[in-house]
């Protein structure tokens, strides 16, 4: 994994190289091939995310969400990246180092979600290395949580296969799909074995 830092504008924020993949903060460019791969995705998608606004996949509700990451990047407050694969610069998917705490906690959250037609390949396994490594590295964080579905079996054997521990489960911890949904948490710390592989 490395790490480049493209410039001081929030538009050309953190770059991470991964095994055959990159992640970048999205850009106004990425828009088609984004809305396309979550329009795709929807049904596949839907039951493992917070309720889509009826405009989401709009050009101007994307406009608005750069801004938001710019700022959020700007601020040191979350990381969003989207995940290309090298050989052919073909979107993957997404993933986020979020609610970022400093001081005596050192700690983020990882969100992430792949595109249907990209599923089960080993993609978001490798970004989420990737992500760990920028984390644990550039970021100096010592902690990185994350937290499924108790129904969602493929993100709990990615977050194992990850290193990430199972520490415990949360009621109504997180409004998925329109309902308060019960969360089973996991988290890495930079010590653990597999941190220090990244």
Known sequence: ????????????????????????????????AWARLREVSR?????????????????????????????????????PFLIFRDADQMLLGGLTLGQIRRGVAQCATLGYWIGAPHSGQGYMTRAVAAATGFAFGALRLHRIEAA??????????????????????????????GVWQDHVLFALLEGDAAAGRR
């Not at 410039?7 to 088609?32: C, F, I, K, T, W």
């Open 1 to 32: 994994m490395a790490f480049f830092r493209l410039g001081s504008s929030p538009d050309s924020a953190p770059l991470v190289r991964g095994d055959g993949m990159h992640l970048r903060p999205p850009e106004m460019r990425d828009y088609e």
């Open 43 to 79: 049904v596949f998608l839907t039951p493992w995310e917070p309720t889509w606004p009826a405009d989401d996949l709009r050009r101007y509700a994307f406009r608005a969400r750069i801004r938001r990451y710019g700022e959020e990047i700007a601020r040191d407050e979350a990381y």
């Open 148 to 177: 499924c579905l108790p129904q969602n079996v493929a993100s709990m054997r990615l977050l194992k296969r990850c290193g990430f521990q199972r520490e415990g489960y949360a009621r109504g911890y997180l409004r998925i799909n």
